[in-house]
């Protein structure tokens, strides 16, 4: 297990979440971000339950299931559920763990421009930004509150990037309503 990660001077991106469930907006993103920072992988780091959300209606087995469904195509894509591997849900515990498999490893973390907006309340954000080149998705209605949130206030230029998207106005909330 995560042995394609053991190359030496590799990128990936971390696209963190419930995946409650997975969907195309979630391979959009990914795509794009592999194309634009040429990133070698992208783990989809399913977690058992965000910590801001409700209990997610979709069993973990079920939504890693569906998750390598859609991403069977997209090779690059790596299904992961690390927390119990780990022994933690933070995002800060996932990167320190694959930064051991790794020391060489270039870490993009990727999130919605929503998560920006509350990024400064994660544990350990700062060093999360020191670990990992944090890429930010824009999502309809949250750009203005992202760019001016605490946490892109006080990351340093350098550390983050924002990404314009042509409309995949769709996110899990959305798909549970259906």
Not at 48 to 73: A, D, G, Y
Not at 74 to 100: M, P, V
Not at 140 to 158: E, L, P, V
């Amino acid at each position: 297990m995560l042995n394609y990660l053991k190359k030496k001077n590799i990128k990936i991106g971390i696209l963190g979440g419930t995946f409650d469930p997975a969907h195309k907006g979630h391979l959009v993103i990914s795509r794009i971000a592999k194309k634009k920072i040429k990133l070698n992988y992208i783990i989809w780091s399913i977690t058992q339950k965000n910590p801001f959300k409700k209990q997610s209606k979709i069993n973990i087995e079920k939504r890693i299931k569906i998750s390598k469904k859609i991403t069977k195509k997209d090779r690059f894509i790596k299904i992961e559920f690390l927390e119990h591997k780990i022994n933690s849900k933070k995002t800060i515990d996932l990167i320190r763990f694959l930064k051991k498999i790794n020391t060489t490893l270039d870490i993009f973390f990727i999130m919605g421009a929503d998560n920006l907006i509350k990024f400064h309340k994660w544990n350990r954000w700062k060093e999360i930004v020191k670990l990992a080149k944090i890429l930010v998705f824009d999502r309809q209605g949250y750009k203005s509150k992202s760019h001016n949130s605490t946490a892109a206030k006080k990351m340093h230029k350098d550390r983050w990037k924002f990404i314009k998207l042509k409309k995949v106005n769709i996110s899990s909330s959305q798909i549970r309503k259906i």
